[in-house]
């Protein structure tokens, strides 16, 4: 079954402190995987994507993300947290040369602590 | 227009009720989305049109549901005799329609029926 997984649901770090989300995912098919970012009251934005090449991608507000295929993984890293980078981060996985029906994953809520 | 906007941006219905939610998607985006986020659930796929392709309506839960897209632009989506399980954020995402476009998401409908 086709599926993302984010183990953890709920992180609170120190400002200037790294960050590491996970995200596994289940998928027959070549993946095409995603990151998204809600915060309060405002709409999904993309944070990065990966679709083939170099499985080390870099987005947007100083946030990157690895692929690693041999452990079913695509998970999200940022050197030094900001406060504003409080929200709500979504794992999400759909099919190379079909962009529909996104899988999502639950979501990871980010804290941070000045 | 700059980005996907949705309307209402609240919606309180009562049990029973009939209710249409509306998204604008992006200008010349060819491809539309409609997804259910549920409180503590990750993003749950509904309906997909492209272009004047025939919609992709298998994530819709039930025939309550359904959605229509006018020349090829705004979207409406329908909820006949409302249920409390129905409640939720309804997101619109549009994209152009290629294979590896990013989706780009509204802010959402939050429907609560009482």
New interface residues.
């Given amino acids: 079954a086709q599926s ?1 997984t984010q183990p953890d649901i709920h992180i609170t770090v120190s400002e200037g402190a790294s960050l590491e989300l996970r995200c596994n995912y289940s998928y027959g098919a070549t993946p ?1 995987l ?1 990151w ?1 970012v809600q915060s309060p ?6 944070l990065l ?1 990966y ?1 083939s090449g170099d499985t080390l991608v870099q987005g947007i507000k100083g946030f990157e993300a690895e692929f690693k295929r041999s452990q079913s993984s695509f998970n999200l890293r940022k050197p030094s947290v900001h406060w504003s980078d409080a929200a709500e981060y ?1 794992c ?1 996985v759909g099919a ?7 899988i ?4 990871t809520s980010l804290a941070v602590n000045p | 227009g700059a980005g996907v906007s949705q309307s209402p941006s609240n919606k309180v219905t009562e049990k029973g009720k009939d209710v249409e939610l509306r998204c604008d998607p992006i200008s010349g985006h060819t491809a539309l989305y409609w997804y259910r986020q549920s409180l503590g659930q990750g993003l749950e796929f509904l309906i997909y049109f492209q272009g004047n392709s025939a919609p992709d309506k298998s994530g819709l839960p039930s025939d309550r549901f359904s959605a229509e897209r006018t020349g090829g632009s705004v979207s409406t989506l329908t909820i006949q005799r409302t249920q409390q399980e129905d409640s939720a954020v309804y997101l619109c995402a549009s994209t152009g329609g290629g294979s590896t476009d990013t989706q780009y998401f509204g802010p959402g409908t939050r429907l609560t029926v009482l």
């Fill in positions: 993302v095409y995603f998204y009251g405002q709409g999904l934005q993309l994507k679709f979504f999400a190379a040369g079909n962009n529909r029906k996104l999502w994953g639950l979501g």
